[in-house]
């Protein structure tokens, strides 16, 4: 595996850490990366921990990539909504285990993730595009449509709205809070009670539930090829 997502697994749960400088930057390589550790979990039939390091999940797309030019960004987002639509069909759970901040797309991953746990504490969690001056992609605006709660989708994509822990549970980033040093522990006993569903139900189920989020993602991640190129 690679360095920038360490895979451990245990107990047929695989925990995918992800380590990339102190934002965590989201790189071709991490994506890449990230799709190699998913291939295993599906190969080891795991239920799938995502976390990051001590204080933040990650920043963000990797900005060095995404100012380099209009097809390295294009590519960088592509493969990024790709793993996204990935994580959010994914044959077994995903939990997202976010150790402080999330910006950009590390909030999109949490709104990726099946189950999302955060930790309360002087964080930011949002989607900061326009604040920065990014035009929200289209795959990004159907993914936040769908899983935030309607009073926040507007704050968050059209104002660049960011969310402290709570607020962020309340908008629909975050399904439950701990504290940091209970994140590990809490995150494999969510592991451990969806170990007992019915895996093929599971799956099956997912599908249907997000069939048309899944085929708006695919819609949306051509038009952003053919707007953003």
């Not at 494999?188 to 969806?194: D, G, I, P």
């Amino acid at each position: 595996m690679s360095e920038l997502i360490a895979y451990h697994l245990e107990d047929g749960i695989a925990t995918l850490t992800l380590n990339n400088g102190k934002v965590n930057a989201i790189s071709p390589a991490v994506v890449s990366a990230f799709n190699e550790a998913l291939d295993q979990a599906e190969k080891d039939r795991a239920v799938v921990i995502i976390t990051g390091q001590p204080g933040i999940l990650s920043g963000g797309y990797d900005l060095k990539v995404m100012t380099a030019g209009p097809k390295e960004a294009v590519s960088l987002v592509t493969s990024g909504s790709t793993l996204a639509r990935r994580l959010l069909s994914h044959p077994f759970p995903v939990i997202v285990a976010c150790p402080g901040h999330a910006v950009a797309k590390g909030a999109f991953l949490l709104l990726s993730g099946d189950y999302r746990i955060g930790v309360d504490g002087p964080f930011s969690i949002g989607l900061n595009e326009v604040m920065i001056g990014m035009t929200m992609h289209h795959a990004g605006i159907e993914l936040a449509r769908d899983r935030l709660r309607k009073s926040a989708f507007h704050r968050s994509v059209i104002n660049a709205e960011m969310f402290n822990p709570q607020d962020a549970v309340n908008a629909g980033f975050l399904d439950k809070l701990v504290a940091p040093e209970e994140l590990q522990a809490a995150a494999l006993e969510a592991a451990r009670q969806l170990k007992k569903i019915n895996m093929s139900a599971h799956k099956h189920t997912k599908l249907k539930v997000r069939k048309a989020l899944l085929e708006l993602l695919d819609n949306a991640i051509i038009q952003d090829q053919e707007h953003l190129g």
